[in-house]
């Protein structure tokens, strides 16, 4: 067995195992450091892979903020109940699993051996997308309406989570050591993040990256008492939010009254188009990231 082989099987049943037992431990604070573990590994699994987009934003996003979010929500629900899953959940749950995994090996084991056209399309169109990275060209340029969409739904889910009201989070007084750490960290959020931004044309990287690694910085510096109070109700804070998916709407409404249609980007102006739509999907990104995981905070009345 070669190193790699052995590697991708340990790799593997890890993964397994902490998704088993992460839905199964009597402590729900168990199970979410649990589900953070299997975060990073999944995002190691993406690597693996080639997929290092995927990578980064499972590192930044499924791992990290969905991560303290769960924990902020553990924090706020009081005593922590012991759970004692039946024998009868654990069996089926189990059995569920392995009738999944035979479905699916039972599907890829009768696809056709041959490969797909689609990552030769994309190489052959790559020089008319304005990128020379080939995942940002179908995120920005050929499927650009999908990306379009995600945002839409981040904005969506935003609200939805308002609708629920909050509650203000007592945090407790920060160490020391994590304000200046927070001090010293907080300007190398921006400048990966900005680096995330510009790389994501030639190289992984991109919006929803550079969005993750900036709202992780505010997440740092919200834990540190060094972020100033947010909310809905602030104009900058809603324009940040929506700046997105105005832009994304003014440009393909731009390119539908002047250009080929909805979109389709003038081969001149097509990486200019597409950086100005990353910067505001980036922030954009990052403000609702933000707000997602620390909640809504209005400024004291003085």
């Not at 088993?20 to 979410?32: D, E, K, M, N």
């Not at 969905?66 to 109940?81: Q, W």
């Not at 105005?246 to 990486?271: E, I, Q």
């Amino acid at each position: 067995m070669s190193a790699e082989l052995f590697f991708d099987s340990v790799l593997i049943l890890l993964l397994l195992g902490l998704a088993g037992t992460a839905l199964h431990v009597r402590r729900l604070y168990t199970s979410i450091v649990l589900f953070i573990v299997f975060g990073l590994l999944l995002a190691l699994t993406w690597a693996r892979l080639g997929a290092v987009d995927l990578a980064l934003a499972e590192a930044a996003i499924g791992a990290g903020l969905i991560g303290v979010m769960l924990l902020a929500a553990l924090g706020r629900s009081g005593p922590e109940p012991a759970l004692r899953p039946g024998w009868f959940i654990v069996t089926a749950s189990l059995l569920a699993g392995a009738l999944v995994a035979a479905l699916l090996a039972g599907a890829v084991w009768h696809l056709p051996g041959q490969t797909s056209t689609l990552p030769a399309l994309v190489n052959e169109h790559l020089d008319d997308s304005g990128v020379s990275h080939p995942v940002t060209a179908v995120l920005l340029n050929f499927r650009a309406w999908d990306t379009l969409l995600e945002l839409i739904v981040l904005l969506l889910a935003f609200l939805g989570v308002r609708q629920l009201g909050h509650a203000e989070q007592a945090l407790p007084a920060a160490w020391p050591l994590l304000r200046a750490w927070s001090r010293l960290l907080a300007p190398l959020t921006i400048m990966v993040g900005g680096y995330l931004l510009w790389r994501g044309s030639t190289a992984p990287g991109g919006a929803f990256q550079a969005g993750a690694v900036l709202a992780a910085g505010a997440v740092m510096l919200n834990l540190a008492g060094l972020l100033p109070p947010l909310g809905w109700s602030q104009r900058a804070v809603r324009t940040l939010i929506l700046a997105g998916i105005l832009v994304f709407t003014a440009v393909a409404g731009l390119t539908h009254w002047f250009g080929p249609g909805w979109l389709n980007y003038p081969g001149p102006w097509s990486k200019s188009l597409i950086v100005l739509i990353e910067i505001a999907a980036s922030l954009s990104i990052a403000t609702t990231l933000t707000l997602l995981v620390i909640g809504e905070r209005e400024r004291p009345v003085p």
